[in-house]
């Protein structure tokens, strides 16, 4: 606001800081309106000039600048130096619209629609939706990632929350004054029509079959948003004005649920295992985490739902009888995270159950020092065979807490870019109405959402204000964003607590990952496409220590390249893999799959079984290759008894070596043949001698059996 507000402004205003705390606790929220009033006063004011400024002629042959860093930028002084500032932002835009190659008079046209629209806006916000921004500012003062949400405001986060949207699955935006559609949901009913495109301009919105169209022009967004929503099987008609045309049409849609961020997988098939068959990779893209009863009182109602979590849903994708990954064959789960913001703590703790069963998961400090261990309640591990994990620079706190305790138990390989969240703190919901009401129903207040802990690893490390390292490293422009917005936020300070007692599984070893990350490197290093990233990168860094834009044709333009740059990366897609960074990735989970330990165990080993007289009574043969083993059990008479196979992972225990197996088939006999098995026990490696004990990790008991190979 330091383009609308002077300095006299903000002395006024700050004069009375020391008192709005204690007014807010008398329920007057008077500073509010006053702070506003100055606000619609000059944003009215700075409109007038901008179309005085817009059509006048400007030299652009004189060496000015505008500042382009909020630290660098000043409130100005007087009114004087308000008219200045506006007349050089007018120069800006007016450069803007030469670099883009715009018309002179449109562009002129442009810069005055462009206020005029802050301004509309500005005139649409209600006390509500003050109130909301007043009371977030005041939280935020103490803490800043606190926020009051008003009951519309409330609404909208429960919705969104417990994935009960139901309309047409087009994501809209406000552009100077006009509702623009930025992208089609898949799957959603827009995208089964196929007519609505990103782009397209919503003229009108109409109900039924024939009700009467209501324009959108000066309507608020949230407002238009509550017209195009409704209960699924009922009709929206829409006039719309596609993109790059002029004449409008009217399209009917019928609203169905939506889900906002579907899950999805999917088996790919890459590379060549040692029998000669494909690698199959089980790939998990996890959008958010959810669960629909997360925010039940949100609503207003003291009564849960029944839960669908991303939890149970992952569950599904790896256990399904039919098509799951384990019935599947599958040697590898990859897990996307990558754009996933999190979602509910409870969720962030059971996720990583699925893979490392009731172990702590995070470890959560409050307000008063206290900490409290959190462990996932999943009784044991669904899957036990290799892991990759991907992360990327918007890979929210929820995120981080799963694949940091992934990573912290050494249970599988984290992959992806340096920069994450940086938000390692844990919000509670304070039910306003719930404060003031003990009734059945629930007045609607609106939420005060408030930092009530931090949350660390179980190694006792924080991501809060750094970020999670990956394993293994990938270049990305939208890691340096990213820090730069972290370095900007007034975010608490990492800190370290003790470590809680924790598995060090041995599934990702240093030595690997150097290898992994020097294999990935090597790689990188010959592609034409990672490269090219490089030099942008390079240059992006360059670009971002701007302080200020020189106001002319080829400053701009670089300017305009810096700050869209990283933008043009897209997000994350519905099919994987989909370009090099892709390819990539499967590159660095295939090299994983076969860890140096492994190989320690290659060749044939063979151990004879006794009875309990010490009589000899057959003998088992293990071939092993890589991470994958066939096991032929012989009878007395050397008769085939059973053969099966099994991949396995080598783990390291507390003072326990573990041989942990798992998509395990039984090949022969026949009545036998397809059935599945896993598990683990307890081995030595001494030498060529293979020591098997027939006993589980961590168990005290002696074991059932000893079985003694040789190499």
């Given at each position: 606001n330091n383009g609308y507000f002077t300095q006299p402004d903000v002395d006024r205003f700050t004069a009375r800081q020391d008192e709005l705390d204690d007014l807010a606790r008398q329920g007057d929220v008077q500073p509010a309106y006053e702070i506003f009033r100055v606000y619609l006063h000059r944003v009215d004011e700075r409109t007038r000039w901008m179309e005085e400024?817009?059509?006048?002629?400007?030299?652009?042959?004189?060496?000015?600048?505008?500042?382009?860093?909020?630290?660098?930028?000043?409130?100005?002084?007087d009114q004087n130096e308000a008219r200045d500032l506006c007349r050089r932002w007018a120069k800006y835009w007016l450069l803007v619209a030469?670099?883009?190659?715009?018309?002179?008079?449109?562009?002129?046209?442009?810069?005055?629609?462009?206020?005029?629209?802050?301004?509309?806006?500005?005139?649409?916000?209600?006390?509500?939706?003050l109130l909301a921004m007043y009371l977030t500012a005041l939280a935020q003062a103490y803490d800043p990632q606190s926020?009051?949400?008003?009951?519309?405001?409330?609404?909208?986060?429960?919705?969104?929350?417990?994935?009960?949207?139901?309309?047409?699955?087009?994501?809209?935006?406000?552009?100077?004054?006009?509702?623009?559609?930025?992208?089609?949901?898949?799957?959603?009913?827009?995208?089964?029509?196929?007519?609505?495109?990103?782009?397209?301009?919503?003229?009108?919105?109409?109900?039924?079959?024939?009700?009467?169209?209501?324009?959108?022009?000066g309507r608020k967004l949230s407002d238009l948003v509550s017209l195009i929503r409704g209960e699924a099987g009922s009709i929206v008609r829409l006039q719309v004005v596609p993109k790059g045309q002029t004449d409008a049409v009217v399209y009917g849609l019928v609203r169905d649920k939506l889900q906002p961020a579907p899950l999805r997988s999917a088996v790919i098939e890459r590379g060549q295992k040692a029998d000669g068959t494909p690698v199959k990779v089980g790939y998990i893209r996890l959008p958010t985490l959810y669960s629909s009863a997360s925010l039940s009182q949100e609503t207003g109602s003291k009564k849960a739902p029944?839960?669908?979590?991303?939890?149970?849903?992952?569950?599904?994708?790896?256990?399904?009888?039919?098509r799951g990954f384990k019935a599947g064959g599958a040697d590898l789960v990859i897990l996307d995270l990558r754009g996933n913001p999190g979602g509910p703590l409870a969720e962030a703790i059971e996720l990583p159950g699925l893979f490392l069963g009731p172990v702590p998961v995070v470890q959560e400090k409050d307000a008063q020092g206290k900490l409290q261990t959190h462990s996932s309640s999943v009784e044991s591990a669904v899957w036990e065979g290799p892991l990759v994990v991907l992360v990327d620079a918007y890979s929210g706190p929820g995120a981080e807490i799963v694949a940091g305790a992934i990573q912290d138990h050494e249970r599988g390989l984290i992959v992806g870019c340096s920069a994450g969240s940086g938000n390692a703190t844990v919000q509670g919901a304070m039910?306003?109405?719930?404060?003031?009401?003990?009734?059945?129903?629930?007045?609607?207040?609106?939420?005060?959402?408030?930092?009530?802990?931090?949350?660390?690893?179980?190694?006792?490390?924080?991501?809060?204000?750094?970020?999670?390292?990956?394993?293994?490293?990938?270049?990305?422009?939208?890691?340096?964003?990213?820090?730069?917005?972290?370095?900007?936020?007034?975010a608490f300070a990492s800190d370290e607590v003790e470590a809680v007692n924790h598995a060090h599984l041995g599934r990702v070893k240093p030595e690997h990952v150097k290898d992994l990350q020097a294999r990935s490197e090597q790689r990188r290093s010959n592609s034409p496409q990672f490269l090219a990233l490089a030099e942008r990168i390079r240059q992006q860094e360059a670009r971002w220590g701007l302080k200020a834009v020189v106001l002319n044709e080829e400053s701009v333009r670089q300017w305009l390249q810096a700050a869209e740059e990283p933008f043009k990366e897209a997000p994350p897609a519905a099919k994987f893999p989909v370009d090099y960074v892709d390819e990539e990735i499967l590159a660095i989970a295939l090299d994983y799959l076969r860890p140096p330990s492994a190989t320690t165990l290659d060749g044939t080993w063979e151990a004879v079984t006794k009875d309990a007289d010490g009589n000899v009574v057959g003998r088992i043969v293990k071939e092993v290759r890589g991470n994958h083993e066939k096991v032929t059990i012989y009878g007395k008479g050397d008769e085939v008894v059973t053969v099966k196979e099994n991949d396995f992972a080598l783990e390291q225990v507390g003072d326990e070596k573990v041989f942990r197996f798992f998509n395990g088939r039984i090949i022969a006999p026949?009545?036998?043949?397809?059935?599945?098995?896993?598990?683990?026990?307890?081995?030595?490696?001494?030498?060529?001698?293979?020591?098997?004990?027939?006993?589980?990790?961590?168990?005290?008991?002696?074991?059932?059996?000893?079985?003694?190979?040789?190499r």
């Open positions: 400024l817009a059509a006048a002629e400007h030299d652009f042959t004189i060496a000015e600048e505008i500042a382009v860093d909020p630290k660098a930028a000043r409130y100005v002084a030469q670099v883009e190659g715009n018309p002179e008079q449109a562009a002129r046209q442009d810069v005055v629609r462009r206020y005029e629209s802050i301004r509309q806006r500005a005139m649409q916000i209600d006390d509500e939706e926020r009051y949400f008003s009951p519309k405001e409330a609404e909208e986060f429960a919705i969104q929350a417990q994935g009960r949207m139901e309309g047409i699955g087009a994501a809209l935006r406000g552009v100077e004054g006009e509702i623009v559609v930025t992208q089609v949901i898949s799957g959603s009913p827009s995208a089964r029509d196929g007519r609505l495109k990103a782009g397209d301009r919503i003229v009108a919105v109409g109900q039924g079959e024939s009700g009467p169209l209501v324009s959108t022009a029944k839960a669908q979590t991303s939890t149970g849903d992952v569950l599904r994708i790896l256990e399904d009888p039919q039910f306003v109405g719930k404060e003031v009401s003990a009734g059945e129903t629930l007045p609607k207040l609106g939420i005060l959402r408030v930092t009530r802990a931090q949350f660390y690893l179980p190694s006792g490390r924080t991501t809060n204000n750094r970020g999670l390292a990956p394993d293994v490293e990938l270049p990305a422009l939208r890691s340096r964003v990213v820090a730069m917005e972290r370095e900007m936020a007034e026949e009545q036998k043949k397809g059935q599945t098995f896993q598990g683990a026990y307890v081995y030595r490696l001494e030498g060529d001698r293979f020591i098997e004990e027939g006993r589980r990790p961590g168990g005290k008991d002696k074991p059932s059996y000893v079985l003694v190979f040789t």
